[in-house]
């Protein structure tokens, strides 16, 4: 099929998708398992980048690579996360050290992303070859005849079995898997021997000793962001996918109760702030000993180097009511539309397979392959992302996950 036919294909399948979702909520707040036995103490808008802005930038010795940057554009690459910076000039610069083709990173920071990358394909406008992408809008991609089938399959071989299912839809492998991000556990040392089995365990800690004058809270986590509210109700909930688009959320309701509950619970124990609690007030007063317990990202981990901690996966909420997490994946897609799709392919490969020893260093992102050597926190992080929920790739999960930001919401 031409060039000329699939856009005219992809622009009727669009229209088609616009008039099926047109009543549907357009923005969730989602970031994108468990025995929680295992613990870890450790120590420790289209804008080119011009250096590096990630969350663990190291200085980059490639960034003055005249040849690199004399050199005419071969292939186009979009990101939307600027935490990448770093990682994907540095891919982009050692792909043309090996290759002699130049890849332009463009850094794409429009609210509608995929819509953006969908337009400039459509207006043939310096769209790109090969760009970034979650796996929740991976069916919207395809759908959008935005994505071609990943041709280096045998390569993710060693990749996370949670990466490769992220990457697929239906029985087709499409993208090139990256990182993820999923929800852990960190506590104090000091407070907490060993890992807590449970909330509950927590709350009758808190009943039976007086904590330090400075600690504040016990467990904090953002409440506001229903990535880390999933874990309370996880255990009541399943995802039926029966079609394109199309997903059901089944709930247990008499456990979804006792979840609901428990929650209230908590938020009675815990004193947990609505209005002022975020991810980087949380690690602040984690770092300052004012919070005991908190529920992060796992690219937040990147940012309790050189603290003394203990990290583990979430705990079950008591002996009844066991938690789960749900799991992001980051990937890299070729689009369908690009004229250079083989060297699109190759740089994908590259940047996702050769490069992920490099990734965590220059981004703070964890690869989906497991480090050769890899310490206990990445290990825990690995463990609890191959037990995770995938977060649904319908586009009908954003409904579920503004249901569940407004039911929590409805507790403070």
């Known amino acids: 099929m031409g060039t000329l036919q699939k856009k005219i294909v992809s622009v009727i399948i669009v229209a088609g998708l616009l008039i099926l979702t047109v009543a549907k909520v357009q923005n969730a707040s989602v970031s994108g398992n468990r025995s929680g036995e295992q613990e870890t103490t450790v120590t420790g808008n289209g804008e080119t980048p011009a250096g590096g802005s990630g969350q663990k930038n190291t200085e980059n010795s490639h960034s003055g690579d005249n040849a690199y940057r004399q050199a005419d554009a071969d292939l186009i690459f979009w990101y939307n996360d600027k935490s990448y910076d770093t990682f994907f000039l540095l891919a982009a610069e050692e792909y043309f050290k090996e290759t002699g083709i130049k890849v332009q990173p463009v850094y794409e920071g429009s609210a509608e992303y995929l819509t953006a990358v969908y337009d400039k394909t459509m207006q043939n ?12 809008n991976l069916e919207a991609a395809y759908l959008y005849g935005l994505a071609a089938v990943n041709e280096r399959a045998e390569s993710y071989g060693g990749a996370a079995e949670n990466a490769l299912a992220a990457a697929a839809y239906g029985d087709k492998l499409l993208g090139y898997p990256l990182n993820y991000s999923t929800c852990l556990f960190v506590y104090q040392n000091s407070y907490f021997e060993t890992a807590p089995v449970s909330m509950q365990e927590i709350i009758d800690y808190s009943n039976e000793n007086e904590p330090g004058e400075n600690v504040e809270y016990l467990v ?29 959320v089944v709930y247990d309701e008499e456990m979804y109760q006792k979840d609901l509950e428990f929650f209230e619970t908590l938020l009675a124990s815990f004193s947990v702030n609505a209005e002022t609690v975020s991810e980087e007030t949380i690690l602040e007063n984690f770092k300052g000993g004012r919070t005991l317990c908190a529920m992060l990202d796992t690219d937040s981990l990147c940012q309790l180097e050189g603290y003394t901690y203990s990290v583990t996966q979430i705990p079950d909420l008591n002996e009844e009511l066991k938690t789960s997490v749900c ?34 260093e220059t981004s703070g992102h964890y690869s989906v392959f497991l480090s050769e050597q890899a310490d206990m926190v990445e290990q825990t992080a690995y463990e609890t992302y191959e037990g995770a929920v995938l977060a649904p790739d319908s586009q009908d999960a954003r409904d579920f996950w503004v249901g569940l930001k407004e039911t929590i919401a409805t507790y403070f």
């Open 220 to 248: 904090e986590w953002d409440v506001n962001d229903p990535f880390y509210d999933f874990p309370f109700v996880a255990n009541s909930i399943t995802f039926e996918k029966d079609g394109p688009q199309r997903m059901n």
């Open 327 to 360: 799991a992001m994946t980051e990937m890299l897609v070729v689009n369908d539309f690009s004229e250079k799709q083989q060297q699109a392919v190759d740089f994908a490969e590259f940047a996702t397979v050769e490069l992920a020893d490099r990734l965590y």
């Open 125 to 136: 406008d310096a769209y790109p070859d090969v760009y970034l992408i979650s796996g929740d």
